[in-house]
T-cell receptor, first 113, second 114 residues
Framework: KAGVTQTPRYLIKTRGQQVTLSCSPI?????VSWYQQTPGQGLQFLFE???????NKGNFPGRFSGRQFSNSRSEMNVSTLELGDSALYLC????????????FGAGSRLTVL | GDSVTQMEGPVTLSEEAFLTINCTYT??????LFWYVQYPGEGLQLLLK?????DKGSNKGFEATYRKETTSFHLEKGSVQVSDSAVYFC?????????????FGRGTQLTVWP
C-alpha cells in the first residue's frame, strides 16, 4: 500500500511569507503527527491530529497551525515566516493498533531566505 | 519530562566492524522504545521496537534490548555494511499512550567505509 506522501518536497520562501504543507497518510490511518527537524534542535513534535481534531500539541508558537480533513489528509501552516523556520518538516501517520509505531513521509524541506 | 539521550557521534567504522550506539531514557512508568533510521534525503523508517522490559527488538541484523534497570536501549550490529550508513534515532513513547507523539534523541550519524 502507498506510504505517507508529503508535498511539496522542497520550497523556498522569504521572511514574512506564509507556507502550507500537505500530508496524505497511509490509507486507513486516522492519526497524523507533524515534526520539525533542524540540525540545532533535532526532531521536535509540533502537533497531532486524529479524526479532524488536534489532540496533542508541542511547544511551538501560534504561527504554527494545522488541520485535518475528513479523509485524514492533513495540512500544516506557518505564518510570518522567520529564518529559524528553515527545516525539514516530517509528517507521520499511525494506525489504531500497535505500540505507537509511526510511519513517516519523506518530508518537506523549507528554506526561508 | 520524558527524554532520550543518545551518543551523538559521528561514528565511523570499517565494513564488518561491530556497532554499538548507546541510548538511555528518562520516563515515568514503562515507555515503549524504538530505533528509527534516516537515510540521506528520506524520512525516518522504523528499524526495531520493544514494548516492555527485557524485550529484544531485532531487524536486518540490528538488535536492541529494553533494560529497565539501566533505563537503556542500546543498538548493536555484529557486522556493519556500507549500506548501513545513515542517521539513527532512539525514541520513546509513553506506555499505554495512544497519542502519536515520540520523544527522540538527537541522532547518531553512522558512516561505514568499505
Amino acid at each position: 500500500k502507498a506510504g505517507v506522501t508529503q508535498t511539496p518536497r522542497y520550497l523556498i520562501k522569504t521572511r514574512g511569507q506564509q507556507v502550507t504543507l500537505s500530508c496524505s497518510p497511509i490509507s486507513g490511518h486516522r492519526s497524523v503527527s507533524w515534526y520539525q527537524q533542524t540540525p540545532g534542535q533535532g526532531l521536535q513534535f509540533l502537533f497531532e491530529y486524529f479524526s479532524e481534531t488536534q489532540r496533542n500539541k508541542g511547544n511551538f508558537p501560534g504561527r504554527f497551525s494545522g488541520r485535518q480533513f475528513s479523509n485524514s489528509r492533513s495540512e500544516m501552516n506557518v505564518s510570518t515566516l522567520e529564518l529559524g523556520d528553515s527545516a525539514l518538516y516530517l509528517c507521520a501517520s499511525k494506525g489504531v493498533a500497535g505500540a505507537n509505531v509511526l510511519t513517516f513521509g519523506a518530508g518537506s524541506r523549507l528554506t526561508v531566505l | 519530562g520524558d527524554s532520550v539521550t543518545q551518543m551523538e557521534g559521528p561514528v565511523t567504522l570499517s565494513e564488518e566492524a561491530f556497532l554499538t550506539i548507546n541510548c538511555t531514557y528518562t520516563a515515568t512508568g514503562y515507555p515503549s522504545l524504538f530505533w528509527y533510521v534516516q537515510y540521506p534525503g528520506e524520512g525516518l523508517q522504523l528499524l526495531l521496537k520493544a514494548t516492555k522490559a527485557d524485550d529484544k527488538g531485532s531487524n536486518k541484523g540490528f538488535e536492541a534490548t529494553y533494560r529497565k534497570e539501566t533505563t537503556s536501549f542500546h543498538l548493536e550490529k555484529g557486522s556493519v555494511q556500507v549500506s548501513d550508513s545513515a542517521v539513527y534515532f532512539c525514541a520513546l513513547s509513553e506506555r499505554g499512550s495512544t497519542l502519536g507523539r515520540l520523544y527522540f534523541g538527537r541522532g547518531t550519524q553512522l558512516t561505514v567505509w568499505p
